[in-house]
């Protein structure tokens, strides 16, 4: 049984930006980035609903690391760059897998109703976010997996006890089909 008096309200959790116990959100982004400094955090899969149903289970932490910067044109951005180790299910013999991932983005930030950038056509400049004066890293963090996941991972030849015959290798579609890729480097032979 656990009593709660009025002493117990003078604790709380300190707002540390790393740890389980982070408060995952960057007050004003904007400045944020124009100060070019970096903040680490660490969320785990369970705490990431949105991620639940690509998973095998729930297990799994990442850790992110994000950076404030400005572009050559001197527009504010966030680099993003999310590690960990998620379990996924293979797309063989549905057993478990430890999937590596480990990710890296920018995302320009625009004031809400800003202009979107002129380039965002370009594949290779950054994505864009409109924010507001709190971002949400939580969010931010659980989307960018979310794009990042390759929708078909596999064990390598050998840790696989299922057969290559199901003929799903919709990895490559993604592109990240080269991380799934890692995990399978024998699986050019297999059928
Ligand atoms: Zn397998």
């Not at 009025?6 to 944020?32: C, N, Q, T």
């Not at 950076?67 to 063989?92: F, N, S, T």
């Not at 995302?107 to 971002?135: F, I, K, M, N």
């Not at 931010?140 to 840790?159: A, K, M, N, Q, T």
Request: charged share 30%; glycine share 6%.
């Amino acid at each position: 049984m656990i009593i709660f008096d009025s002493d117990s309200r003078k604790y709380y959790h300190a707002p540390l930006m790393s740890g389980p116990d982070a408060v995952h959100r960057l007050e004003d982004p904007f400045a944020f980035a124009r100060s070019g400094n970096s903040l680490k955090g660490r969320l785990a899969i369970a705490d990431m609903p949105r991620l639940w149903d690509r998973m095998a289970d729930t297990s799994g932490t990442v850790e992110y690391e994000i950076r404030g910067r400005v572009d050559p044109r001197q527009r504010p951005l966030l680099e993003l760059e999310i590690a960990g180790a998620v379990r996924m299910r293979c797309d063989r013999c549905l057993d478990q897998l430890e999937f590596p991932l480990k990710l890296a983005s920018r995302v320009l930030l625009l004031q809400p109703g800003a202009a979107h950038p002129d380039d965002a056509d370009d594949p290779a400049s950054p994505e864009w976010l409109e924010v507001g004066r709190v971002l949400d890293l939580q969010e931010l963090v659980e989307d960018e997996i979310l794009l990042g996941l390759p929708y078909s991972v596999r064990h390598s030849g050998d840790e696989c006890s299922g057969r290559a015959d199901n003929g799903r290798i919709g990895a490559k579609a993604s592109p990240f089909s080269a991380l799934a890729s890692l995990m399978e480097p024998k699986q050019a032979n297999k059928n």
